[in-house]
């Protein structure tokens, strides 16, 4: 079946721009993770979704970062008045539950900032 | 604060050898532990988790430990090959709360050399 995507696979953008970043999860799975990772970097969690609760928000930088999801499938990240400190690679991930399941790492998002 | 630290420099080794990283953790008491394999451009991929009360884990050529007396988990690969190369990635889910979210090591950089 089909994994994890994600849209776009590149994005640049001026500073001080919004910018959208889509992901569309594995069908059937109840939770959405995204991630930034910055060049040779580790993971830096963001936000997280899991069914019809209230989204764990408690990685986002500022609250020029804001993510929905809608209909408990696709996922949208949105970054508002965009700063070149946040240029990295965003990534999307889902899995089947919260405990202990593995985690389907889309392809990501490379987002420049100029 | 938490932390989680593995291995910043690359571990080079001739193919063959059995490699091993390292991931140590600090004010932290995980429920579970995962490794993931990340090439470049891709998102990571899920190798293995290992629970709390466990100790060992194997799949394949893959082993992990987890001491949580030491704070440590150890990532091995027997008989390694060239394909083995890559960034691999540790992560530790939190014991309370949500333990879908992941907090993610550095990574270390693996190079298996024919």
């Known amino acids: 079946g089909a994994g994890v995507s994600q849209s776009p696979s590149n994005k640049v953008t001026e500073k001080g721009k919004d910018v959208e970043l889509r992901c569309d999860p594995i069908s059937g799975h109840t939770a959405l993770y995204w991630y930034r990772q910055s060049l040779g970097q580790g993971l830096e969690f963001l936000i997280y979704f899991q069914g019809n609760s209230a989204p764990d928000k408690s990685g986002l930088p500022s609250d020029r970062f804001s993510a929905e999801r809608t209909g408990g499938s696709v996922s949208t990240l949105t970054i508002q008045r965009t700063q070149q400190e946040d240029s990295a690679v965003y990534l999307c991930?889902?899995?089947?539950?919260?405990?202990?399941?593995?985690?389907?790492f889309g392809p990501g998002t490379r987002l420049t900032v100029t | 604060s938490q932390k989680i630290e593995q291995n910043s420099e690359a571990l080079n080794i001739q193919e063959g050898k059995t490699a091993t990283l390292t991931c140590n953790y600090t004010?932290?008491?995980?429920?579970?532990l995962q490794w993931y394999r990340q090439d470049p451009g891709r998102g990571p991929v899920f190798l293995l988790l290992?629970?709390?009360?466990?100790k060992e884990k194997r799949k394949e050529r893959l082993k992990v430990t987890f001491d949580t007396t030491l704070k440590q988990s150890l990532f091995h690969i027997t008989a390694s090959q060239p394909a083995d190369s890559a960034t691999y990635l540790c992560a530790l889910a939190s014991r309370s709360g949500n333990t879908g979210k992941l907090i993610f090591g550095q990574g270390t950089t693996l190079q298996v050399k024919p």
């Open positions: 290992i629970r709390e009360n466990e």
């Open positions: 991930a889902s899995s089947a539950g919260t405990s202990s399941y593995e985690q389907y």
């Open positions: 004010n932290y008491s995980p429920a579970y």
